[in-house]
Nanobody, 124 residues
Framework: QVQLVESGGGSVQAGDSLRLSCAAS????????MGWFRQAPGKEREFVAT????????AYADSVKGRFTISRDNAKNLVYLQMNSLKPEDTGVYYC?????????????????WGQGTQVTVSS
């Protein structure tokens, strides 16, 4: 079992930066692939980024590539999402997720545990 708690969301202007954090419980954090997803009002949840168990491999949605960076600190049971050059279309609730597998995942059903989400609002 893994419990995930996101933090770091807020309201910012277009072009600003935010860093989201996700704190995970449990001693086996390093055994999980981690991912970030987001959901805008009236839209389906979509993939943002994922990172391998050791942090050496990452993957991003095309819409955030070059602006967002996912990273993790296994010693602290934390995963981060650094978001730069934010756009209004980045607005949504951002969710941290854990996948009990060694393969990176970009689809919601591939993840086993989810946090409650943190709101990010970007105004123009």
């Amino acid at each position: 079992q893994v419990q995930l708690v996101e933090s770091g969301g807020g309201s910012v202007q277009a072009g600003d930066s935010l860093r989201l954090s996700c704190a995970a419980s449990g001693r086996t954090f390093s055994m999980y692939v981690m991912g970030w997803f987001r959901q805008a009002p009236g839209k389906e949840r979509e993939f943002v980024a994922t990172i391998s168990r050791g942090g050496g491999s990452t993957a991003y949605a095309d819409s955030v590539k070059g602006r967002f960076t996912i990273s993790r600190d296994n010693a602290k049971n934390l995963v981060y999402l650094q978001m730069n050059s934010l756009k209004p279309e980045d607005t949504g609730v951002y969710y941290c997720a854990a996948r009990n597998n060694f393969i990176l995942g970009s689809r919601s059903f591939e993840y086993d545990y989810w946090g409650q989400g943190t709101q990010v609002t970007v105004s123009s």
